[in-house]
């Protein structure tokens, strides 16, 4: 198969490709996801997804204390090098509640030494939702520090990634960020972040969608979870997905191909986070990112979405 064609990130002059690797698992992070990775494990995946046409790698400096990193760092080290044509995209954590300036030139230079890659392409200001807007916001704080980064050139372009679609907003209003990085909220089950995507439109800010199986229950065919987007999921929002498998198996696929499908589809994304935590699960994930499915098929899941109320971020507004 041939490699699909790189996409513009926004208006960075990055390309990316359709599928970007997701870093979390990486680290090995069972209370997530449900196993542990051993380090040789997760850089032989790294190295096979450098071999493979996923060209765009996503972690954070938080993920696993940082082991993430390491571990994409320590397989393209052993891989001779980044290839030219691959992103690797990191994110600035805060620690122990601290996110001041300081904390985020900390994560930076974190983030360079375990990478090995100097500017770093692409770092997004991570979670902020869970932080004071006020305090991140204004002098000293972590978007002041990320600017910053970006002005004296440890980092070519920064970015956003966060999921609560209101406060995800509020940032994004302040016109510093290139990139958008939303999750959970723009899947076959939820589009929470409908205006938000308006936005980043009107802003020309590039947008990248993650977490499109809700955190696994999409792409679980047993129908045993009950949890998405890492709360318990409604009734109804349980009776909408087994609906949606059922239409997905007349279709001769699955639920999770088809989710990430409804992503890579989407004019929207630059590109769709996906967590794969063996190699050979790359080629199955490339395979359903450029699944053929009919109109009539779209059309019988828009009819299951669960209304707005279900969705994680159901109000107007906080």
Known sequence: MTPAPLRPLGSTGLLVSPVT???????????????????????????????SGIRTIDTA???????SESRIGRAIDEFGGLPDDVTVITKVDA????????????????????????????????????????????????????????????????????????EMR??????????LLVHNRWTVVDRSAG????????????VVNAAVLGGGILADESGRSTTYGYRPASPDTLRSIARMREVCRDHG????????RFSTRDPRFASTVV????????????????????DSFWA???????????????????
């Open 253 to 260: 696929t699955t639920l999770a191909a088809a989710a990430l």
């Open 95 to 166: 620690r122990d509640g601290d996110y001041s300036e300081q904390r985020v030139r900390r994560s930076i230079a974190e983030s360079v030494e375990r990478l090995g890659i100097a500017p770093l392409p692409l770092v997004h200001l991570h979670d902020p939702e869970f932080h004071d807007f006020a305090e991140l916001t204004g002098p000293g704080g972590a978007v002041e520090a990320l600017v910053a980064a970006r002005d004296r050139g440890e980092v070519q372009h920064i970015g956003l990634a966060g999921g609560d679609v209101h």
């Open 170 to 179: 509020r940032y994004l209003d302040l016109g510093v960020f290139e990139v």
């Open 275 to 294: 967590g794969i935590g063996r190699p050979e699960r790359i080629r199955p994930t490339l395979d359903a990112a450029d699944l053929d499915l009919p």
């Open 21 to 51: 690797l997701g870093g979390a698992p990486l680290g090995s992070m069972p209370e997530n996801f449900g196993h542990e990775v051993a380090e040789a494990d997760a850089v032989a995946l790294v190295e096979q997804v450098l071999r």
């Open 195 to 206: 205006p938000l995507l308006d936005r980043a439109a009107e802003l020309g800010v590039g």
């Open 61 to 67: 400096n938080g993920y696993s204390d940082g082991r």
């Open 300 to 318: 019988a899941i828009e009819d299951l979405v669960p209304a707005r109320e279900h969705w994680l971020d159901s109000t107007d507004a906080h």
